[in-house]
Every structure is written in structure tokens, then in C-alpha cells.
């Protein structure tokens, strides 16, 4: 799994490419200073993240009650999975030099749209496939107005929130916020998404599913090298022959889908789709847990590897924030600071050029 590391994540598409990553040596009068800099620097974003995991793990271990043990750890992943899932989506999108807000709204819709047509009677493979095709609608509007509208992603996809949120409540919803899985037989074989295999929760199984094949595409295929070329710089990326307006289309197609398998195991394991997700923090979880980790905003950088960094750091302080009893109020304030932090460090690791901007992103 060497491949996950960031390190490799955008090849070069052509000698533009290649020119970017001849390192600056160090001449031999610079300071103590800057050659500790430069050994900071040498580090990844997700190693730096991987080592803090690490010791906040030692210190809750020692100084909390029921930390370390088995059950708690099980339960630690299996309260990222989710999250971990959702963040693999989004970080396809971020490599690409975009941003998808509509991801958390595209997952509970499209678990809402395959429910429903449970309670309509439909098979449980009629029921997926509904569902399926409801958040590829959803990045296809997010892709065409993005690519071919020209609307910066941040203001494009918080329009389509908010339309998804509004039609949701009117036509999959009507009025209410939740659909409850119905008893159905479809159901029952669907509710089995959210259960325990050989005393492992199977959401946390999906997540590591979704992390070996997001890694498979990634590093192993056309796409994925053209996705890091896009992020990496789109201008060389598009004179080097890469259609990048329908590129830009795949990889807001692949967040919604992959918000909808999600989704499926959310609802799965909380038996109904419930409206009001859409508008809570969980879209701020799930970019935090992304640029965490290391998948940079500038585009470019990142893998698979920095998803499961920044997921097992935020599962490790919100896991000791619960078993320390802290309040809703400071565990937000706490996940602000972090993602405030992360935003620090990757433009201190990653600085933005100027092509990122003028775009605002």
C-alpha cells in the first residue's frame, strides 16, 4: 500500500509537470533554523497527522477510563465510517481542485429516493438502482454548471444544497423530514447493511471496501492520473490534450455516488432517511476529516492514505471528547479549531498559486 502515500499522487502529465517537482537545494550557510524547517517539511501532512492520532492515543489510554479496550475502539471506527466514506467521495472532487457542499444532501436523498420505492413495493435492486440514479443526477447538474457554466464550485454546489434540500422536503419527503424503512422483505435484507459480521460492524467494513477500491482508481487507472492531473494544474492538464470539462463531470458524479453508498449504510443502521442531516455539520466533518488528513485544497495531493489519517484522528478526540462528557457546544468549538488548524497547514505545506486564487477556492 505504498501507493496511498501523497507522495506519488500526481504524476507528471508532461514536462510542466515534472518541472514543478525539481526540489531548491539548500545552500550550505543556511541556519540550523531552516534546515529543521526543511525536516518539517520533508514530512507529509498525513504522517504529521498519523503521529498526533498516535499520542492522543497513548494519553487517553493512560488518563481515560474504558478507552483502551476492544469495544471502544470498534465502536471509535465504526462512528467515522460513515464520515470515512462520505470523505472519500469528497476527496476524489478536492484533488481535482473543486468542492462538492451538495454531498451530504446527495447521500440523504438518494437513501430517501431508495426507501421510498420500498414503501412503494419495489424490489430491493429496483429500490438501489432509484436511488443510485438520483445522486448521478445530482453530480451531473453539480459537474455541467461547474464545468460548463463556469460557476466556482463553492457558490455552485451551495445553490444545489439548497435546491436538493427544498425539492427533497416537497416531493421525496412530503413535508415530513423522515422515511422510515418499511418491513418489507426488501427492507429486512436491506437493514443486514447495518449489522455485525464475526463481531465487526459491517459499516466499518464498507469503509475500508471503499477505501481499497477509491485507492484502486486512484493510482491504478487513466482516471485517477488524469483527476491528479487536473488538480495538479488544469491549464497544462488541458493542453495536454485531457478533456477536462467532462472530467470535471466524472468526479462530481463519483462524490454523489459515493455519498450514496453512505447513505445507505447510514440508514441502514439508523433504520430511516432523515431530512434534517442535510442541514446539520456533517459536510463540515467530512471536509474536515478530508483536508486533515492531507488531501490539499490547492488540488493535486492526496490519496486514500490522508483519508484514513484525518478519519482515525477525528474519531480518536471525538471518542475522548464523549468519554470525557464535554457538551455539544465545546466538542464544536474543538472540531472548528482543528479544522482551522488543518486549513493552516496545508496552505503553510501546500501554497495556494494563482490560478487557485482567482478562483476563490
Given at each position: 500500500m505504498k501507493e496511498m502515500s501523497n507522495k506519488r499522487s500526481h504524476p507528471p502529465l508532461s514536462s510542466h509537470f515534472a518541472a514543478s517537482q525539481q526540489s531548491v537545494a539548500v545552500p550550505p550557510t543556511a541556519s540550523l533554523g531552516s534546515?529543521?524547517?526543511?525536516?518539517?517539511?520533508?514530512?507529509?501532512?498525513?504522517?504529521?497527522?498519523?503521529?498526533?492520532?498516535?499520542?492522543?492515543?497513548?494519553?487517553?489510554?493512560?488518563?481515560?477510563?474504558?478507552f483502551a479496550t476492544l469495544g471502544n475502539a470498534i465502536a471509535l471506527v465504526n462512528s467515522v465510517a460513515v464520515v470515512g466514506i462520505l470523505s472519500l467521495g469528497a476527496a476524489v472532487v478536492i484533488i481535482g481542485r473543486g468542492l462538492d457542499l451538495s454531498q451530504v444532501a446527495a447521500m440523504v436523498v438518494g437513501a430517501a429516493v431508495a426507501a421510498l420505492m420500498m414503501h412503494n413495493g419495489f424490489a430491493l435492486g429496483w429500490a438501489l438502482v432509484g436511488?443510485?440514479?438520483?445522486?448521478?443526477?445530482?453530480?451531473?447538474?453539480?459537474?455541467?454548471?461547474?464545468?460548463?457554466?463556469?460557476?466556482?464550485?463553492?457558490?455552485?454546489?451551495?445553490?444545489?444544497?439548497?435546491?436538493?434540500?427544498?425539492?427533497?422536503?416537497?416531493?421525496?419527503?412530503?413535508?415530513?423530514?423522515?422515511?422510515?424503512?418499511?418491513?418489507?422483505?426488501?427492507?429486512?435484507?436491506?437493514?443486514?447493511?447495518g449489522g455485525v459480521v464475526g463481531?465487526?460492524?459491517?459499516?466499518?467494513?464498507?469503509?475500508?471496501?471503499?477505501?481499497?477500491?477509491?485507492?484502486?482508481?486512484?493510482?491504478?487507472?487513466?482516471?485517477?492520473?488524469?483527476?491528479?492531473?487536473?488538480?495538479?494544474?488544469?491549464?497544462?492538464?488541458?493542453?495536454?490534450?485531457?478533456?477536462?470539462?467532462?472530467?470535471?463531470?466524472?468526479?462530481?458524479?463519483?462524490?454523489?455516488?459515493?455519498?450514496?453508498?453512505?447513505?445507505?449504510?447510514?440508514?441502514?443502521?439508523?433504520?430511516?432517511?432523515?431530512?434534517?442531516?442535510?442541514?446539520?455539520?456533517?459536510?463540515?466533518?467530512?471536509?474536515?476529516?478530508?483536508?486533515l488528513g492531507g488531501v490539499s485544497l490547492v488540488g493535486g495531493r492526496g490519496s486514500v492514505y490522508c483519508v484514513l489519517a484525518g478519519s482515525l484522528l477525528i474519531g480518536v478526540i471525538l471518542n475522548g471528547m464523549t468519554l470525557m462528557n464535554l457538551?455539544?457546544?465545546?466538542?464544536?468549538?474543538?472540531?472548528?479549531?482543528?479544522?482551522?488548524?488543518?486549513?493552516?497547514?496545508?496552505?503553510?505545506l501546500h501554497p495556494r498559486d494563482e490560478e487557485t486564487a482567482r478562483q476563490g477556492e
Open positions: 534546515r529543521r524547517a526543511g525536516s518539517l517539511s520533508r514530512l507529509t501532512q498525513e504522517q504529521i497527522v498519523f503521529g498526533v492520532a498516535i499520542l492522543l492515543i497513548v494519553a487517553f489510554s493512560i488518563t481515560l477510563r474504558g436511488g443510485l440514479a438520483t445522486t448521478t443526477l445530482i453530480g451531473l447538474i453539480n459537474g455541467f454548471v461547474i464545468a460548463f457554466v463556469e460557476v466556482p464550485a463553492l457558490f455552485a454546489t451551495l445553490a444545489t444544497n439548497l435546491l436538493i434540500l427544498g425539492l427533497a422536503r416537497i416531493i421525496v419527503f412530503s413535508g415530513d423530514f423522515r422515511i422510515y424503512l418499511p418491513k418489507a422483505e426488501a427492507a429486512t435484507a436491506f437493514r443486514t447493511l463481531g465487526v460492524p459491517i459499516p466499518i467494513l464498507v469503509f475500508l471496501g471503499m477505501a481499497l477500491l477509491i485507492h484502486l482508481l486512484l493510482s491504478r487507472t487513466r482516471i485517477g492520473r488524469l483527476i491528479y492531473a487536473h488538480g495538479d494544474n488544469p491549464q497544462a492538464a488541458r493542453e495536454s490534450g485531457v478533456a477536462v470539462r467532462p472530467l470535471t463531470i466524472i468526479e462530481y458524479v463519483l462524490c454523489a455516488d459515493i455519498g450514496f453508498i453512505a447513505g445507505l449504510v447510514l440508514t441502514a443502521s439508523l433504520g430511516d432517511a432523515d431530512a434534517q442531516i442535510i442541514t446539520g455539520p456533517m459536510i463540515f466533518d467530512v471536509i474536515l476529516v478530508t483536508v457538551n455539544n457546544d465545546i466538542q464544536n468549538i474543538v472540531r472548528g479549531l482543528v479544522l482551522l488548524g488543518a486549513i493552516v497547514l496545508d496552505n503553510r
